[in-house]
């Protein structure tokens, strides 16, 4: 299938290209309950940063404040050279002054407005450039023909384009997205996705999204934020988020890891699963390292030389990978490693296998001093 | 700037009379605002007559609860001119409020005996009526039922129908029995009263007569002129029945005389039409408009020598109680609570 | 860099000094809130002023008579209309048996009919001279009362029956509604799990719709809270017959205040009461699916029984009175006639119409406000401008007159002094004291219709239409007013039939020679004389027949997704 194309008009116009969104140390509260404590985000034109983390962390209160959908309460948030919210006592900007496109997990498509209404609703009524690119955007998406029809008659996925036309619509400075596709059919997700990473690419627009989902924010973002009790724990490419994770906490956001507790030992950190580079940790420092279940390399035969032999307890092929349950003892009794191997890979149960792990993918934690 | 003034004042008028503000719209004409505890169609041919009389319109609304209320948040500028009332307990609640003021007219005080209206001049009686026993002829012999006290002889358990003691007729008629008896003495009788009583009280005076036709008691207590109502209804002729089953009964004529109450009208404090007021009051209180009360509504008109209906004359003469109506209006709350403590208006056996 | 904890107070101790004062928002909705709640207070007010205390006479003798009858009244009330209401909504929405199609609508008729007078049509039927004992008497050849036994109408019971016969349609039309709003799905999981349909009624939809019957429920009670005439009629003493004791007996006003004061609190604590236990309960469709009902088919003895118990509250509650009142307004058909019946038709619908609009205004106001506000003071001032349904309606016109008429001598004065001209009763004397009464005693009816139709749209639409470039004001006409036309509809309609049928405000607060058709009706039949105004009950019955009938209709269309059921 291919991504639908978008016309040259569906970029933003040239002036509003270069505005950023900057978030400038900014806290919330309701009530006595603090969700956002003393975050700065700042999102570049062309850029989309993606804020992850748990339900409750204190992301979508993010996008409201910086919506204007909630009253910043302290910080400051600006918008290109527009300081457009100010938390000490400064002016608030109303949403619809700000001109930032939101789109909500929900879509929260107007339901008495037929596709098209939608579409242009933020439009002025005698904007016929942008009215005219709606038609032809909503042709060029396959939905031209349901231009006149009602939201609730759409699937799922297109409601989600429709959402995503409207927010755009309006050419906004900067465009916010809250979990824009958790609401979708998971085999239609990876689509819409890739359809909807086009279109922004292509807008040019600083985007700042909203996801708990880590794979699709290492998709579709420039740079990932992680957020964890209302504070940014850590922010970095998708590359440095998945490799070096700065706590236990952002490694495990990509699935459940081996967790090994270690003691630095003639150098060399000694651990369950065999012994690695002390990396300049104290002799006698504990630590704690992670092993991805992909970063553990199985081979069967099971040999002394090829790596730690253990006891397969269970292994389910996933089709593209096999999932495996691994012992260190003879039966499920000892420790238990999960592995993930590409291919199909299916051991007997009860069968020896042989474990290695390659070093740069072990992630290292030193436990602090008592 | 006068000609901002006068143009605001010009909207003010056009307001009030958009929205039928009446008081001073109308306060040149002649006319005068009557408020009503009557029917407007039960008065409307007194209120013709008067308007044929006198030239004078009379605009009547027709209310029960808060007029005191209504008349007393208007203060000055309360539109009502007089008012028209069918009990002494209203009368004397709208007097204690403050809101009448004393009518001074040599023709009223003709009219009316100086026991039917206020010493002051405050309010006037139009038509008295007897609270009276409407006995089974089949049932009850003449001379069995003779005063209100015999109500609580054990022999008539079981054979008595009234409205709830609550309603404004039998709370004047408590009070009267406060008056005489004391409060505990009261008591005593309302409670055997109860005792006696056929069924929960219920209804309202027709109904007690119509009880006593179909059997469910003997002894109905109502006003009197209900039985004229019902033995002339045309339009309703089954009521002619139930007059026909029962004898009206003067009570307590051996000693002080059948409980009365009074219709009565009032000026207001505030009245614009002062003079229409009074001029209202004494034509009801006249030859013509005491016939009308005697003939049409079959009440005792207030007027010595104005003759009663010859169906009134029919039940023949009676002697009426002569207590100070102020005094039955001042005893109303005790009679009420007593109501209460008695438990009247739970009916027998409770 | 401050220290955490200081920055994760400052917020917070913000926030909460915002919660409590107002904004813009909550102001306006403060204002308005108190301008509608201002009859209520003066009541308040009234009770404080010092009297007789009533207490301990009320205490010793009648007060638990008084509470007992009281609740016994609103809880037989409450029941009558949850089982008429709630069944008769799940058997048309759910279920196929003969006559449904004209159920569905007709089960609404009964609110058209005044509680007077179906409590009179009642009273003349069944009463012993009536025309059904008196058939029995034929037949059986009893000669009296001691003959034979016979229910007494004029009692709990009847006053019960007929008040639940004419009260149950708003928990028809609100249970109804919640039904036709479930998804499918959720019943058939149940009926997968094993629970048959009367227990998946029982244990899914019932709970689902919860909410919208207890609004109905709570509706029908208040009504029966505030009625005076039809519990008198039947000669109950109920807590409201109190209050008009203790002030026209006991010529006691301040004392009346009280006992309406500690009416209103009551009614406060039922609502807080049910408003809790219905806490961190909230019912979301969980499932958006929209497919047909699906409409179990009855047959044979079940069918019929579903027929009869649908019929029943029809044929008792709107096709019984209807025929009397006709039989009657043809025989005096020419005494309402005389009495300027035009003139008094028109007064009653231009009046309940104007009512009907400026409580649906005012209530949308109010339920935005509430949703754009935060706080916790606006919100309380609207919740107490809307027991104003349960308080008795002469109490409550006590409550317009006393404020209202002080505005007008003030006004008076102050023009007397700076114009010279008097302005006299600008607002106490004129319609418009009805209206506000009006207005005061049915904002209940249109705000909680316009808050439950409000709620039902999501607050992702307020800022999905925010951040497109529409202010709240844009948000409100573009977005709000088209999805809630069905809401703001059904509140004015219910509103408008309820001002046709209301008689105490109406009476207190007219102006002279202001009748409408219910003080015309009032006027006979507080001489007897009901059947000679026959032809003006039936005309209330009439007028309030057309907006019931477009409200059936109305909300039959209405299906989910459509989100309140009207495009084009």
Known sequence: MTSPMIPPAAAPTTMSRADGLHMLNVSHAFGDHTVVSGVSVFVNPGELVCLLGPSGCGKTTLLRLAAGLEDLQVGRITIGEDT??????GAQMPPEKRNVGLMFQDFALFPHLTVYENIVFGLAEKDRTRREWARDTLTT???????????????GGQQQRVALLRALAPAPRVLLLDEPFSGLDVNRRAQIRQDTFQILSRSGIAT???????????????RIMVMQHGRIVQSGTPVEIYFHPKTVFVAELFGPVNRLDCRVENGALVSALGRFPANGLAEGAEAQVLVRPEALNLSQPATADAGIPLTVVSARSLGRSTHLTLSLGDDDAGPLFNARMPGVFLPEIGSRVSARVAPEHLLIFPKSAP | MPHMKRLFAAGLVAASTVFGATTWAQAADQEVNLYSYRQPFLIKPLLDAFTKETGIKVNVVFAKKGMLEKIKAAGDNSPADAVLTVDIGRLYALKEGGVLQAVKSDTLEKNIPAHFRDPEGLWFGLTSRARVALVSKERVKPGELTSYEDLTDPKFKGRICVRSGKNAYNVALIASMIAHHGEEGAEKWLQGVKANLARKPQGNDRAQAKAVYEGVCDIAITNNYYMGKMMTNDEKPEQKKWAAAVRLTYLNQGDRGNHMNVSGAAVTKSAKNKEAAVKLLEFLSGDAAQKIYAEDNQEYPVKPGVPYSKLVQSW????????????????RPAASRLVDKVGFDDGPGS | MPHPAAVADRPATRYQLARLIPDRWGIITLAVALFVATPLIAVATIAMTPAPDIWRHLYNTVLFGYVERTVMLIGGIGLGTFIIGTGTAWLVTMCRFPGRGLFNWALVLPLAVPTYILAFVFTDQLEYAGAVQGTLREIFGWRNRQDYWFPEIRSMGGAITVMTLVLYPYVYLLARAAFLEQSVCVLEVSRTLGKSAWQSFWNVALPLA?????????????????DFGTVDFFGVKTFTAGIYDVWLNMDNISGAAQLASVLMIFVVVLVVLERMARRGQRYHHTSSKIQALPSYRLRGIKAMLAAVFCALPILFGFVLPASVLVSYAVVFFDVTLQANYLTITLNSISLSLGAAVIAVAIGLLLAYGLRMGSGPLPRAAVRFASIGYAVPGAVLAIGVIVPMAGLDNSIDAFSERVFGVSTGLLFSGTVIAILYGYLARFLALSFGTI?????????????AARTLGANPFQTMSRVHFPLLRTSLLTAGL???????????????????????????????????LFEESALGALTIVAAGLIPVVILALTTLRSRPGHAGGGHP
Not at chain 1, 84 to 89: F, L, W
């Open chain 1, 141 to 155: 998406m396959g939905l031209g023909d349901y231009a006149d029809a009602f939201p609730h008659t759409l699937s």
């Open chain 3, 494 to 528: 219910l509103v408008f039939v309820d001002c046709m049928k209301e008689l105490p405000i109406t009476i207190i607060l007219r102006p002279f020679g202001y009748d409408t058709l219910a003080t015309f009706v009032f006027q006979y039949a507080s001489d007897e």
């Open chain 3, 451 to 463: 808050e439950a139709g409000l709620g039902k749209v999501s607050r992702n639409m307020d800022g």
């Open chain 1, 84 to 89: 457009v919210a100010d938390g000490q006592g």
């Open chain 2, 316 to 331: 023949g003469d009676f002697k009426a109680d002569t207590l100070s109506l102020e005094k039955i209006a001042k005893l």
């Open chain 1, 208 to 222: 700042l999204m909203v996801t708990h989902d880590p794979e699709e924010a290492m998709f579709m973002a420039d």
């Open chain 3, 210 to 226: 919860r909410p919208a019957i207890v609004v109905g429920m709570t509706l029908a009670m208040m009504e029966a809270l505030n």
